[in-house]
């Protein structure tokens, strides 16, 4: 075809060398080298699996696509004066100019990605974790590499050892020299043809690179006109020849080599037609852009316009190759999706249909919730209103009710009352319990404005601390007025009023919520607060809410309702408030001390495990029950220092009570609990002629409403101090008083808010006592001695001074932004340091953002009566689908230790634990015996208790935390945040619950930053000589130590507790352990105790701060944090990941439908992958 002149060749390649020599002198040497500056040179070591990073890339782009809102609602773009600077500052980083000014145009343009990244980062910050998650791995400045990084953003694990040698080294050689994606790789090497023939197998990949039709790999190849190779050209080129059929030419430019693979051994070359089976290999250059260069080399090929006259094809595509490099070098890589177009993975018509059903479904849930929101106004004007008051006046039956009405103290005290509240817009009411002014006063006020002509306009709300208070009074008041309608109530969950109700009976809660919601009761008239003496943090705020709505709502009057406990604080707060007393009316109540009925009672409680009473407190016992029978002192000694109350003592008393009485009547037990009130009525069964009720706040409506109904015989009734207040049971005569009650009280060395059972107070107790004059003269029978009595605390301390305020913070944080500001205002402030350390919890958790702003995570918890870091847990174990053992671990976390350990058989004990070990994990031990306890109670509680007590497992404990579990759960579905009718051990709510990766990232979640770190120290790491060279030697347990993340007093070495399972272990796949308690005694000991993945910090504890230049991640804040060494690309992945899991959660929370963000999700399934394996591979993939 041509004459060859075998000097043209060698003048070409000279040419270009010098040329190339040149260009290298007078480029400029940016220092790109990858570093990892000395603060992270010691730090544990952050991976990610080449296949885990496709997978999380592609979850993230998925993600976008379902929840494009995942950033804020106002769009934000890069300002047209901060461009030129950050072109200049990219540069200096290594990118190129067409890649920095790629950045600069795609943050300039309005999108979820844009608005995210410069919300949460400075301008540079913002275009370098953009580049760093877009640009190809391969095209990144050498310092934003792994320190071990290859060009080839493709190579992973390509095969799996079931296949033969042949088709591995196939594989391995395409995917890792050739640069072909594995993918393609892995379904071109099906037709066992093609792993026969490297040729054919390098035409195959080049037809699919250009994305032909394959047709016969071994179609008739010697039709097309061909030339064979000259040997002086390839000289000058110094190509060589590896094997009889695979040429391999050196490019004197471009930093790439050209192979050559002839289909037949007489090295011929096509001319035209089917292109020749060509690849190339570099170093240096990416994969994708050598598949760029090489599609257009086919390209051109196929057109016919590659070879120019007098070329060869090897000098031709020389040429070709090295002009395209010359325009990648000036204009930059062209983009990796374009170059791989036939190779990526094309929807399917049904996953563009799950796209768009998973997208469509919130909106869906949303039209289908209903608008919450208050009631029309009445449609009847004032008249007519009046008109069916007196109508109803008129009646017998009312008539009936109102001669009962007028015995009570309230009647008396009616004009008074009117009276001063017609001249003020606050009062204060201060009535003994029995006078009636719960449900008096409410009725008085609306009579007073139907009779005056104001009846179609009075809107009252009178509230009350508890479910039951608010159901029992609505239900009395309705009666006394025929049931006219004229009578609502609110609780949540349940609701009962229409445009008719004047008096509407809520929870403290509901009110608070109401308000929370921005209505300002521009339609209210009356708001009545009872039982404000309690002081709980409900009614604290609610005080605080009504004394700034008065400054605003001028119509609005309040009435505060109260015991006569410590009323002057109320009168004083709303700026002298005027004050009504109302005496009371109860009948006679005889007190009866546990030494004065004890003697009667044929029970004594066993002593076993009671140290006898020495000679003082023996001479305590006869001075209190003026008895010197031995039995009978031992007996008050055991029962009064019980911890728990005894149910036996209260049969036997109940049993006392219905044989001493011949007429039947209403006993009323108080309980601290929900578990005592089910062994109390498990105790009581054998009592004849009786009733045994529950009463307790987890009871359905119609469940509580049972207790007012009258019986034929005995009615008893086990209830908590829901009974305390404001509810009147007819029947009841007598009161037996156990004197506990439950309390939130904040534990400080776990910083838990828990439940503790304790000592009433005298006032309490006094309540309590009230309930049996009521209706006749009763008997009150105190469970506790006077000299008990005597040592009560007066008043309750206010529940705001003695609790974690985290969740008041987050309330207040919901309602009004302003945390201190506003809580500062409340009757009883808080201490600023309380509220700093409630706010500092509050970002640990997640629940705030930086800026102090509300998260998703934040109204999740805000929704939520349990404690925040229990609460995250579950929200996130909802989420992920592993709800069954977070439901146990939260109720470990809540009660004492699950394990006893005698002093005498401490050894034993350690042991019987540890055949539970699991997890490296000290909480999953626990959960891995409740478990097994739990399958044992099938078979009988015999075998749980004998299983138990071989372990030296709590019986107690157990049913604490299966009690626990429940409460939880019912919780949950009260807000409806799972579906109704579910149990802990649902299938859907447990999908992954047997990833114990998840599990434990879950419990981080909850317990950050509750971190220790694990260090082997450099002079403990020893090698041993062995024939083969040296080996590390396996150290001891006692060679690890730790240090707690946080700074300050509360870092430092630590210990791990010698009862931790992990005390012993020498072996840690992660440097990271989560605790739940940190105890000092001889040492800072670590109690409770979890090794964690490096994934769960990364994914699940503080803010991920990406450090591009330094090669690391710093995870917290200044207060508490870890370090990792990691390509910062993973830190990008991992915040691109938490951030779109709050964009779902936001919409989760507007949508009411927690489950909606688990179902067939991205996001959560990439973080199931990064837990699996700790970033080192996963089934999910």
């Known amino acids: 075809m041509y004459e060859a002149d075998p000097f043209a060749a060698r003048k070409v390649v000279t040419e270009r060398q010098e040329q190339a020599a040149r260009k290298k002198e007078e480029a400029t040497n940016n220092n790109n080298k990858p570093s990892t500056s000395n603060e992270y040179s010691s730090a544990p070591e952050a991976k990610m699996a080449s296949g885990l990073r496709d997978l999380v890339e592609e979850s993230i782009k998925k993600a976008f696509e379902l929840y494009p809102e995942a950033a804020d609602s106002s769009p934000r773009v890069l300002e047209d004066e901060q461009k030129s600077a950050l072109l200049k500052q990219l540069q200096t980083f290594g990118f190129s100019e067409k890649q920095a000014d790629t950045s600069l145009k795609a943050l300039s343009t309005p999108s979820a990605l844009t608005t995210t990244l410069l919300s949460s980062f400075e301008p540079l910050q913002a275009c370098l974790e953009f580049m760093i998650l877009h640009l190809p791995e391969c095209d990144l400045p050498q310092r934003f590499l792994r320190s071990s990084n290859s060009s080839n953003p493709f190579i992973s694990s390509v095969h799996s ?44 990949l080049n037809r699919a690179l250009l994305g032909r039709t394959e047709d016969d790999v071994n179609a008739d190849i010697e039709t097309a006109e061909t030339e064979v190779v000259d040997e002086d050209e390839l000289s000058a080129y110094e190509a060589e020849f590896v094997d009889k059929t695979h040429l391999v030419v050196p490019l004197p430019i471009a930093p790439l080599e050209l192979h050559v693979v002839f289909l037949t051994e007489d090295r011929a070359l096509p001319l035209r037609g089917e292109p020749p089976s060509i690849y190339l290999t570099s170093k240096a250059i990416p994969a994708y852009v050598r598949l760029h260069i090489l599609s257009q080399v086919l390209s051109a090929f196929l057109n016919g316009t590659l070879i120019d006259p007098g070329e060869s094809v090897i000098m031709a595509a020389v040429r070709f190759i090295e002009e395209q490099w010359a325009d990648i070098e000036d204009n930059g890589p062209p983009e990796m999706s374009q170059v791989l177009r036939y190779f990526m993975h094309r929807k399917t018509e049904a996953e563009d249909a799950d796209i768009s059903e998973v997208s469509a479904a919130p909106q869906d849930k949303r039209r289908g919730r209903q608008q919450k929101g208050g009631t029309r106004g009445d449609d009847r004007n004032d008249a007519t209103v009046r008109l069916e008051f007196e109508k109803l006046r008129q009646k017998k039956a009312y008539t009936d009710i109102l001669v009962a009405r007028k015995r009570l103290p309230a009647f008396a005290a009616q004009e008074n009352f009117l009276n001063v509240l017609g001249k003020n817009r606050c009062m ?24 005056a002509g104001h009846g179609s306009e009075v809107s009252i709300i009178v509230t009350q601390p508890r479910r039951l208070s608010a159901l029992g009074v609505a239900a009395r008041v309705s009666a006394e007025r025929l049931e006219d309608g004229s009578v609502g109530y609110a609780i949540r969950g349940e609701s009962k009023q229409s445009s008719r109700t004047k008096l509407l009976f809520c929870t403290t809660g509901v009110a608070l919520r109401r ?48 015991a006569t406990i410590n009323h002057e604080v109320f009168i004083k707060y709303f700026n002298d408030a005027p004050l009504l007393t ?34 003082k407190e023996r001479e305590a016992l006869v001075s209190q029950a003026d008895n010197t029978d031995e039995s009978l002192l031992l007996a008050l000694h055991v029962i009064s220092k019980a911890d728990r109350v005894d149910v036996e003592l209260i049969a036997a008393l109940v049993k006392h009570i219905t044989e001493s009485n011949t007429n039947p ?33 987890n009871l359905s409506s119609d469940e509580q409403r049972a207790v007012f109904a009258p019986t034929p015989g005995w009615k008893i009734i086990a209830a908590t101090n829901v009974a305390e207040t404001s509810i009147t049971i007819d029947d009841v005569i007598y009161v037996i008083d156990s004197g506990k009650v439950k309390e939130a009280q904040y534990d400080p060395e776990n910083g838990l808010t828990k439940l503790e059972e304790q000592w009433v107070t005298r006032a309490a107790a006094r309540q309590r006592r009230g309930r049996a004059g009521r209706t006749k003269p009763g008997i009150c029978y105190k469970l506790y001695t006077r000299k008990q009595e005597s040592n009560m605390q007066p008043f309750p301390i206010p529940e705001i001074k003695r609790v974690a305020l985290e969740s008041v913070a987050l309330s207040v944080k919901v309602t009004h932004g302003d945390v201190k500001d ?37 109204q ?40 006893v350990s005698p002093m005498d058989k401490r050894e034993e004990a350690s042991q019987a634990r540890a055949k539970f070990a699991t997890g490296n994990s000290d909480i999953l031990t626990d959960l891995n015996a409740y478990d097994e306890c739990a399958r044992l109670r099938e078979k009988g509680t015999s075998r749980v208790r004998a299983f138990c007590e071989e372990n030296f497992i709590s019986t107690s404990t157990i049913r604490d935390i299966t009690s626990l579990r429940q409460e939880f759960l019912s919780t949950l579905i009260s807000l409806n945040l799972i579906p109704r009718g579910s149990t802990p051990s649902s299938p859907s709510l447990n999908t992954h619950s047997s990833r114990t990766g998840l599990v434990k990232a879950v419990i981080l979640a909850g317990l950050w930053p509750r971190v220790a770190r694990v260090v082997l120290p450099k002079d403990a790491i020893k090698f041993d ?37 992990l005390f012993r272990s020498a072996e840690w796949k992660s440097p990271f352990v989560a605790f739940f308690q940190k105890q000092q005694t001889t040492k800072l000991w670590l109690r409770d105790a979890t090794e964690v993945p490096i994934y769960a910090i990364l994914l699940f504890g503080g803010p991920v701060a990406v450090k591009h230049v330094a090669g690391g991640l710093t995870i917290g804040n200044k207060d508490a944090f870890v370090k990792l060494r990691a390509w910062p690309r993973i830190g990008v992945l991992v915040n691109q990941l938490r951030r779109l899991l709050d964009a779902q959660l936001k919409q989760s929370v507007e949508s009411g439908d927690i489950m909606s963000v688990s179902s067939d999700n991205p996001v959560v399934k990439a973080v199931l992958a990064l837990l699996e394996g700790d970033g080192l591979g996963s089934d999910l993939q």
């Open 822 to 858: 506003f809580v500062s205002q409340a009757i009883d402030p808080p201490a600023m340091s309380a509220l700093d350390h409630a706010l500092a919890v509050l970002d640990e958790l997640g629940a705030i953002s930086p800026e102090g702003n509300l998260t998703p995570m934040g």
């Open 860 to 899: 999740y918890l805000a929704m939520l009566p349990v404690d925040l870091r229990l609460g995250k847990m579950l929200v996130l174990g909802a989420i992920f689908q592993c709800l069954g053992p977070i439901l146990t671990a939260a109720a470990i976390m809540s009660s004492k230790s699950l394990f």
């Open 665 to 697: 009547g209403g006993i009323l037990i108080f309980l601290p609990g929900v578990q005592e009130i089910q062994a109390c009525l498990n105790a009581l069964k054998s009592v004849p002629n009786a009733k045994a009720l529950p009463l307790h706040a």
């Open 515 to 562: 308000l929370g919601s921005g209505d300002k009761l521009q339609n209210v008239t009356h708001i009545i607060v009872d039982e404000v003496h309690e002081r709980s943090v409900d009614g604290d705020l609610l005080l605080l809410e009504l004394k700034m709505l008065l400054q605003n709502n001028k119509k609005l009057k309040v009435i505060l309702m109260s």
């Open 582 to 615: 109302i005496s009371g009316f109860t009948h006679p109540v005889k007190d009866r001390y546990l030494e004065d009925y004890l003697p009667s009672l044929p029970y004594r409680p066993s002593g076993k495990g009671v140290k006898r009473p020495s000679e």
């Open 428 to 451: 204060v009411v201060v009535g003994e319990t029995g006078c009636g002014k719960t449900t008096q006063l409410p009725q008085f006020v609306l009579d007073s404005l139907i009779l």
């Open 1025 to 1061: 000589r062995v024939q083969a060279g040296t080996v590390q030697r396996a150290n001891e347990a006692r060679e690890y130590k730790f240090f707690d993340i946080r700074v300050g007093d509360q870092g430092g070495r630590v210990f791990l507790h010698p009862s931790s399972v």
């Open 161 to 204: 050892g079931t296949e033969d040698l042949k088709t591995r080294w196939a594989v391995d050689k395409a995917v890792k020299e050739c640069g072909w994606p594995a993918h393609i790789v892995k379904e071109l090497v099906k037709d066992h043809r093609l792993v026969e023939n490297w040729g054919f197998f390098q035409r195959a």
